[in-house]
């Protein structure tokens, strides 16, 4: 069960997951607020889904690179968890 606490900060993440891609100069702080979002339970299918929708308010290409960033946290991602394992 995820407390409300999480679900609060899940959602508080979604806002400047979208704040950050719309932005598009933004890598750093987005690649810092993927990591918590992934932290506090969103999955990798809804952070890609809040990057792409952001192609409507912020234009392709910052959704574009919003993507881009997220492929790399989640390759960090699970380049850590590899090694956790060992």
Request: glycine share 6%; charged share 20%.
């Amino acid at each position: 069960m995820v407390g409300f606490h999480a679900v609060l900060t899940a959602n508080k993440r979604l806002d400047l997951k979208r704040a950050l891609s719309a932005m598009g100069t933004a890598t750093p702080q987005l690649k810092v607020h993927i990591v918590a979002g992934l932290n506090v339970g969103l999955t990798r299918d809804e952070i890609i889904e809040i990057l792409i929708q952001m192609a409507i308010y912020a234009g392709f290409p910052a959704a574009l690179n919003g993507l881009f960033t997220a492929k790399d946290v989640f390759a960090d991602h699970d380049m850590t968890a590899r090694k956790e394992n060992f």
